[in-house]
């Protein structure tokens, strides 16, 4: 019975933090703490095996598969009528405050980690880019916060790692071709295909996807039941469509929800219910599994220079180009602070970084890089969610006296 200890220890960590959830966040507990915990303690730094590998197939197809879906219901969610209205804050954060972020966390990380080479800094600044809304659930939930505020933080929260993803493919694509000593730009041509061909064919599949399954709900013809497991179905098929044609398929799977999110408004509805329920089960898993597999292969390189720097990565290298991509919008500097704060790096980052290393085989060799990257996912994991109640509550009181 040892081979299903791993089914045993999930149900256990799901069942006990459930019973508790509630009381738990009382005490700005969150559930990625809970899971990244008792990751730790069944790592080989706590009471696990001797050694866990990063690559195994466990840990990759738990990693791609929770990477479909997020970026399915991440794009899903967005709704892009009301974004035209409310576009200004999250498409500054977007266009100019991420550049800004990813470039500065290059620059500033190869004059604290000169011996590495620029290429794997820009990859660590890329994999930490995107932001994890999740992580800070009171601040997009507290109906006190204003909701432009809110939206806001969400919004960029779910389109950053959409965005960052073809810069990460194409990073990876140059780290390859360096391995292999390409002498030419094939992976310029390599790069293209993966993006152009994800996009059309997630971008197919959303709408015929969509348009079908309305049609069958209208005829009355669908269980209510696989109202929530249709649009996820149309993710896993977009991902494989787009890898057998030579597409990527994370890109297929982001395209494929931006379609079907937008298509009908239930569908938008569906898709959160899933995501709130069964997705929330994947990611809890994932933070899981960087608990046992990612942290414990990078302790050792965790010193006082990956330290500071992951301290700057979640504060001054967001903060000021968040700062910067706000001038003229108006934003007081409690604003400015507290949407500058509520970047987290959770999952998407933690996933990234699982299928990085699946594609280039290892950590060997840039060890610190990914030191930094697992130190600085902690300490958001930890920071963010101790801080999000309180934060959130401040902020709405400060916004509250200044109408």
């Known amino acids: 019975m040892h081979e299903y200890m791993n089914f045993l220890v999930i149900a256990l960590v799901v069942l006990g933090y459930g019973y508790f959830s509630k009381l738990l966040l009382r005490y700005n507990i969150s559930g990625p703490m809970i899971f990244v915990a008792v990751g730790v303690l069944l790592s080989p730094l706590g009471f696990g095996p001797s050694e866990t590998k990063l690559n195994a197939e466990l840990v990759q197809i738990t990693a791609e598969f929770a990477l479909i879906i997020i970026l399915f219901s991440d794009a899903a969610a967005l709704n892009l009528r009301k974004l035209r209205h409310e576009w200004s804050i999250p498409v500054r954060l977007l266009f100019i405050s991420l550049p800004i972020t990813v470039i500065a966390a290059t620059l500033i990380a190869k004059q604290f980690f000169p011996g590495e080479t620029t290429v794997y800094l820009l990859l660590m600044a890329l994999i930490l880019a995107p932001t994890d809304a999740a992580l800070g659930k009171a601040v997009v939930t507290d109906k006190r916060v204003p909701e432009k505020i809110r939206s806001s933080i969400n919004v960029e929260s779910g389109l950053n790692d959409g965005i960052v993803l073809p810069v990460l493919l194409t990073v990876v694509a140059m780290i390859i071709s360096g391995q292999e000593h390409a002498q030419d730009n094939s992976?310029?041509?390599?790069?293209?295909?993966?993006?152009?061909?994800?996009?059309?064919?997630?971008?197919?599949?959303?709408?015929?996807?969509?348009?079908?399954?309305?049609?069958?709900?209208?005829?009355?013809?669908?269980?209510?039941?696989?109202?929530?497991?249709?649009?996820?179905?149309?993710?896993?098929?977009?991902?494989?469509?787009?890898?057998?044609?030579?597409?990527?398929?994370?890109?297929?799977?982001?395209?494929?929800?931006?379609?079907?999110?937008?298509?009908?408004?239930?569908?938008?509805?569906?898709?959160?219910?899933?995501?709130?329920?069964?997705?929330?089960?994947?990611?809890?898993?994932?933070?899981?599994?960087?608990?046992?597999?990612?942290?414990?292969?990078?302790?050792?390189?965790?010193?006082?220079?990956?330290?500071?720097?992951?301290?700057?990565?979640?504060?001054?290298?967001?903060?000021?180009?968040?700062?910067?991509?706000?001038?003229?919008?108006?934003?007081?500097?409690?604003?400015?602070?507290?949407?500058?704060?509520?970047?987290p790096r959770g999952i998407a980052s933690i996933l990234y970084v699982l299928i990085v290393i699946n594609q280039l085989g290892s950590?060997?060799?840039?060890?610190?890089?990914?030191?930094?990257?697992?130190?600085?996912?902690?300490?958001?994991?930890?920071?963010?969610?101790?801080?999000?109640?309180?934060?959130a509550r401040l902020y709405a009181k400060k916004y509250k006296e200044s109408e």
């Open 187 to 343: 992976w310029i041509g390599y790069v293209a295909q993966q993006i152009t061909f994800g996009a059309i064919i997630g971008s197919v599949v959303g709408y015929i996807g969509a348009w079908l399954s309305l049609k069958v709900i209208q005829k009355d013809w669908m269980e209510p039941n696989y109202h929530n497991l249709i649009p996820i179905a149309l993710a896993i098929l977009s991902f494989y469509l787009a890898e057998y044609f030579g597409g990527n398929g994370f890109i297929a799977a982001f395209f494929a929800g931006l379609f079907v999110g937008n298509f009908s408004e239930d569908f938008r509805h569906h898709i959160e219910d899933f995501a709130e329920s069964e997705g929330d089960l994947l990611i809890m898993i994932s933070f899981l599994v960087f608990g046992i597999a990612f942290i414990p292969p990078t302790f050792e390189y965790w010193d006082f220079n990956v330290f500071v720097y992951s301290i700057l990565s979640l504060t001054v290298l967001r903060m000021v180009p968040t700062a910067i991509s706000l001038i003229g919008t108006k934003s007081d500097l409690s604003t400015i602070l507290f949407i500058g704060w509520f970047g």
């Open 363 to 391: 950590i060997k060799g840039h060890e610190i890089v990914y030191a930094v990257i697992s130190m600085t996912i902690l300490l958001s994991i930890i920071l963010h969610g101790l801080s999000a109640q309180p934060f």
